[in-house]
């Protein structure tokens, strides 16, 4: 998820791909917050790399039976512990507008006052939370898109603090009464950071609270009915009262960071980029689900029934929370990010296929309701690509791209298991 872990990982599958492109995705490419790291992905043939994001999630599947289809790739079936090496085979892939219609659709570009859209991550099947941006980076509003009336709501402004010099809004968080965020001023070299609300019916933002040292080195946020929690790059999950108080602990979080509340993640000791999720914390209940990983697996994430890692010898694994149904599709390459509470960001195996003749997709959605893979833009002929991902704190559903006056939207929260 977006631990300084994922960040490594995310990096390092990048390089030796697909040149960024200009436009509203490709200037995220200057980016130099910590933000810009962990949520832009673009491609590079050289020294360049992709950083994607994971934001939003949802939660309305949760429990369902799992569908069985006929898989859109090829896969291998495994015995759980043991992932034998494969060679990988070319991914066929189509475009996510025929995969998923319903997922996908264009916006403005921009507010009628000029101001740069940037999704954060659907809130419904027809909704999309966005910030706007006055300048680059400059978030100072939230708004509704909404995909049926093809219209725009002002949730609120989202002022920066009296006196803070350098400050930009980092991720925004959905909860079921509020969205939340937190700022930062990533070039100043103290550690500051700070929590904002405001109701989702819109209204005006409450300052929650402040913190410094190492409790503003915030990775990702989260809401509670009473309480905004975070968790720190080091590890471990902290509160703070929304009516305002001291930061605390919370209990049983020593070492976890945080997915989407209530659940937060441990690692196994290893290689930085390539460990392995090895627990998954319900900090609610106290629940612990231990993470089984086959010594051939790294990067092991994990979802709410699902769990992929980058196989040995090249292929996504894809296994259930206990280790069960492990499957491996070896035309697809897995780097540790997921979308919403159920998909991977895959890289498919393009082989020779040449993207001025045919379809190439840069990058792709993998669904394992369906077993259906879905390509996010296209390779152009010469060779670049470029999108984005929402901005939101937990797993976004949204990714996105194009340029000029319309962006091209993918919401994967209009996605069904069928």
């Given amino acids: ?23 509203l995705a490709a200037a995220v490419a200057a980016r130099r917050r ?29 429990g369902e039976p799992r569908v069985s289809v006929e898989p859109a790739v090829a896969v291998t079936t495994v015995s759980p512990g043991e992932v034998a090496s494969a060679v990988p085979r070319v991914a066929e892939v189509k475009p996510v507008a025929e995969v998923w219609p319903e997922a996908v659709f264009t916006m403005p570009a921009a507010a009628p ?23 680059f980076e400059k978030a100072g509003r939230l708004e509704i898109y909404d995909t049926t009336a093809r219209t725009t709501r002002v949730v609120g402004d989202m002022p920066a603090p009296e006196g803070v010099k350098g400050y930009f809004v980092q991720d925004v968080e959905v909860g079921e009464r509020h969205f939340a965020w937190y700022g930062t001023t990533p070039n100043d070299r103290d550690k500051w950071a700070d929590f904002w609300i405001i109701p989702r019916e819109g209204g005006t933002a409450q300052r929650v609270g402040e913190v410094t040292g190492d409790l503003a080195n915030v990775e990702r946020i989260g809401l509670t ?13 902290h ?14 979080s020593d070492g976890l960071h945080l997915d989407s509340w209530p659940y937060a993640v441990g690692y196994a000791p290893g290689e930085r980029g390539q460990k392995n999720q090895d627990r998954r914390v319900d ?43 492990a499957t491996l ?7 540790g990010e997921v979308l919403g509470d159920r998909f991977a960001s895959v890289m498919p195996v393009r082989g020779d296929a040449d993207p001025a003749k045919e379809y190439v997709a840069p990058v792709a959605v993998y669904d394992p309701a369906t077993g259906k893979i879905a390509g996010v833009n296209r390779v152009s002929p010469d060779g670049s690509a470029s999108y984005g991902s929402g901005t939101s704190s937990s797993p976004t559903t949204i990714m996105y791209w194009g340029k000029g006056p319309e962006v091209t939207v993918m919401n994967l929260a209009a996605v069904t298991r069928r």
């Fill in 1 to 23: 998820m977006r631990s300084e872990e994922d960040l490594v990982r995310t990096l390092r599958a990048g390089a030796g791909h697909v040149t960024p492109t200009g436009g």
């Fill in 34 to 62: 910590s933000r810009r790291r962990r949520q832009w992905a673009g491609m590079a043939l050289a020294a360049a790399s992709v950083v994607l994001v994971a934001g939003g999630t949802m939660a309305m599947w949760r």
């Fill in 113 to 135: 006052d000029g101001w740069k859209y940037r999704p954060v991550t659907g809130i419904s099947p027809t909704e999309v939370l966005l910030t706007a941006e006055s300048s």
């Fill in 225 to 237: 009915e009473d309480a905004l929690v975070w968790s720190v790059r080091d590890g471990g999950v």
């Fill in 239 to 252: 509160r703070l009262p929304l009516s305002g108080g001291e930061p605390e602990k919370v209990a049983g």
């Fill in 283 to 325: 900090l609610v209940t106290g629940e612990k689900t231990p993470l089984p990983a086959s010594g051939s697996v790294t990067k092991l994430t994990c979802v709410a029934e699902w769990c992929y890692g980058d196989a040995k010898g090249g292929g996504l694994l894809v296994q259930g929370l206990d280790g069960s149904d």
């Fill in 329 to 335: 599709l070896p035309s697809l390459g897995f780097h």
